[in-house]
Nanobody, 119 residues
Framework: QVQLVESGGGLVQAGGSLRLSCAAS????????MSWFRQAPGKQRDLVAQ???????TYADSAKGRFVISRDNAKRTGYLQMNNLKPEDTAVYYC?????????????WGQGTQVTVSS
């Protein structure tokens, strides 16, 4: 069984920064793509950024130039550094990982962490 636990969310003023973490645990052979999604109230869950096991990254237009995704494979942890935060970044942020377990491969989700940006 695989678990993802996010941390690092909170309340910050516009222009501030937060660093989210996503720690994976369980029966893991390999973590392929790690991704961050976000969901604001009444809206769909959208991709923010993703990183492959080769450290190739992709960002949503809204995140480019402000957010940086990274990962530490030895720690099985992914990160999302968010700078110059705006009120429209307010959402629940979810970590997603595509994991090889040796038996069943699949996508796993964390429980989410709230990010609130005040104006």
């Amino acid at each position: 069984q695989v678990q993802l636990v996010e941390s690092g969310g909170g309340l910050v003023q516009a222009g501030g920064s937060l660093r989210l973490s996503c720690a994976a645990s369980g029966t893991i052979r390999r973590i392929n793509i790690m991704s961050w999604f976000r969901q604001a109230p009444g809206k769909q869950r959208d991709l923010v950024a993703q990183i492959t096991d080769g450290d190739s990254t992709t960002y949503a237009d809204s995140a480019k130039g402000r957010f940086v995704i990274s990962r530490d494979n030895a720690k099985r942890t992914g990160y999302l550094q968010m700078n110059n935060l705006k009120p429209e970044d307010t959402a629940v942020y979810y970590c997603n990982a595509n994991v090889e377990t040796g038996s069943i491969d699949g996508d796993y989700w964390g429980q989410g962490t709230q990010v609130t940006v005040s104006s």
